[in-house]
């Protein structure tokens, strides 16, 4: 069975840009949580969506948006980067929502905002 | 000030031998405590998941402990290998909305 993608894996955008970042869950997973990983803050809790609805939302500002399609693959949104975007975007699927079940995580996106 | 606190934040082992991680956490109760294990470039991969009850939970060479009257889990790695040399993550699961809290993780580098 073919583990959780991600792409890209590598992005460099510019301050003030907006960027998209596409997840596709394991096969029969329904569940798509969404994390930032810095060498600063360590992994920080975005959102988690299941059956096309945002299930729980970490404490991010409002430019960070998420949503998840009928497939059960998910795309993530950042709108007006800043350079403290910059990090390592991971994406990770389970069969169901809440953290009671197994989660895999793709090998993420690294973005560069310059 | 972060809910989990891990320890020590990296450490340097030879080949073969044990070494044990902590973890210190300040909220309770909770769903699940889980140990991830990173390596360099690629996403978390889980190790260990135990719920409140339990006292201890194996994967292969690494196991992992949990005493909630102290509030400390540990992951002990036994008879390490090249292939330990990673990041290991501490994660706190609460209820009743599954809000997640992340320990920064301990480097641990296995030297030959």
């Known amino acids: 069975k073919a583990g959780v993608t991600q792409t890209p894996r590598y992005l460099i955008k510019t301050r003030g840009q907006q960027v998209t970042l596409s997840c596709s869950p394991i096969?029969?997973?329904?569940?798509v949580s969404w994390y930032q990983q810095t060498p600063g803050q360590g992994l920080q809790f975005l959102f988690e969506?299941?059956?096309?609805?945002?299930?729980n939302k970490g404490n991010f500002p409002g430019r960070f948006s998420g949503r998840q399609f009928s497939n059960s693959r998910s795309e993530m949104n950042v709108s007006t980067l800043e350079l403290g975007d910059s990090a390592l975007y991971l994406c990770?699927?389970?069969?169901?929502?809440?953290?009671?079940?197994?989660?895999?995580f793709g090998p993420g996106t690294r973005l560069t905002v310059t | 000030k972060n809910q989990v606190e891990q320890s020590p934040q990296s450490l340097i082992i030879l080949e073969g031998k044990n070494c044990t991680l902590q973890?210190?956490?300040?909220?309770?109760?909770?769903?699940?405590l889980r140990w991830y294990k990173q390596d360099t470039g690629r996403g978390p991969v889980s190790l260990t998941i135990?719920?409140?009850?339990?006292n201890t939970k194996s994967n292969g060479r690494y196991t992992a402990t949990l005493d909630a009257d102290t509030k400390q889990s540990s992951l002990h790695i036994t008879a390490s290998q090249l292939s330990d040399s990673a990041s290991y993550i501490c994660?706190?699961?609460?209820?009743?909305?599954?809000?997640?809290?992340f320990g920064a993780g301990t480097t641990v580098t296995v030297r030959a």
């Open positions: 990770a699927s389970s069969l169901a929502a809440g953290t009671t079940y197994e989660q895999y």
């Open positions: 096969s029969g997973h329904r569940s």
């Open positions: 969506y299941f059956s096309e609805t945002q299930r």
């Open positions: 973890c210190n956490y300040t909220v309770s109760p909770f769903s699940n």
């Open positions: 135990m719920t409140f009850s339990e």
């Open positions: 994660v706190v699961t609460l209820p009743p909305r599954y809000k997640l809290s």
